[in-house]
């Protein structure tokens, strides 16, 4: 007989998946390709960008959206229609999320579970930093190709 | 048919603009307001004839910014765009004057499902 948390946790495997796949693929216009999940120790962020969710009510945990900056600038580009347009550092934590919003958001709209209540997004940018949460559960982490791009959706709950 | 975006994210007011532009609307303008007192004042400046706002931004939300331009008696139309659905946020906002609501993410599709009836 599986837990709860395992069920509501098999449950947003593959609801972030069908989501991501289909913001990634209906904004961008690119053929995405999504990992085998993989299950980690400890939630962290690993990436240049990351838009980090807090889940309330029903399912607590937290979410994260991360990418390099060059991927993430290549995304926002192609998500707003505007291909040209040099991006500020403004621009990609707003871009970031956002798209932290969208992955939630759908998520929460499409997933079986209710109750769930979404925080706003927190945007963080850089390389030279560890953002690390202490956690109850592991973490499980989706990785999202289209092109030569990527990006990594971790979450715990 | 001008429309007015009040958004805080400089690229959700873009990724709007693609979409209205996607559904094949005829606009002849977009304006945008990073928040609720700047929505007011370009509104109050421009009279645009569909307002899309979102819920959480600075200074002023938009449930409050839907309040304040009902306040003034203006009339025109404000659909809600946000990624949340609950019901009860969906009655508040019609309850304050909102006349619809978008979940985010959206598609062309959805936007001419719920905004088709405020375009002539």
Avoid at chain 1, 36 to 44: A, E, G, N, R
Avoid at chain 1, 128 to 141: D, F, M, N, R
Wanted: charge should be negative.
């Amino acid at each position: 007989m599986m837990s709860d948390q395992a069920n509501n946790c098999r449950i947003m495997v593959e609801t972030l998946q069908n989501v991501t796949c289909q913001i990634l693929e209906s904004e961008t216009w690119n053929r995405v390709v999504c990992e085998p999940v993989k299950t980690l120790p400890i939630f962290q962020l690993t990436q240049e960008v990351c838009g980090v969710i807090y889940l309330l009510g029903s399912c607590p945990g937290v979410v994260a959206v991360m990418t390099s900056q060059r991927s993430l600038a290549a995304i926002i580009k192609s998500i707003t229609g505007n291909e040209t347009r040099e991006l500020t550092q403004e621009d990609l934590l707003d871009g970031v999320a956002e798209l932290a919003n969208m992955v939630c958001g759908g998520m929460k709209s499409q997933s079986q579970i209710s109750g769930i209540t979404i925080s706003t997004p927190m945007a963080i940018m850089g390389s030279e930093y560890v953002a690390q949460w202490k956690t109850a559960h592991p973490t499980q982490q989706l990785t999202f190709h289209m092109q030569d791009h990527s990006l990594i959706v971790i979450f715990s709950i | 048919m001008r429309v007015l975006i009040v958004d805080d994210s400089s690229v959700m007011r873009k990724i709007v603009t693609r979409g209205l532009r996607q559904a094949g609307f005829k606009i002849d303008e977009i304006l945008e307001a990073g928040d609720g007192v700047k929505g007011l004042e370009t509104q109050a400046a421009s009279k645009c004839d569909l307002i899309l706002s979102d819920w959480n931004m600075p200074n002023m939300d938009g449930l409050t910014f839907v309040k304040e331009v009902r306040k003034t008696g203006d009339k025109t139309p404000i659909v809600m765009v946000t990624t949340e659905g609950g019901e009860a946020k969906v009655a508040e906002a019609v309850k304050s004057g909102a006349n619809g609501h978008i979940k985010k993410p959206f598609t062309p599709d959805t936007l001419r499902a719920t905004l088709g009836q405020f375009f002539k």
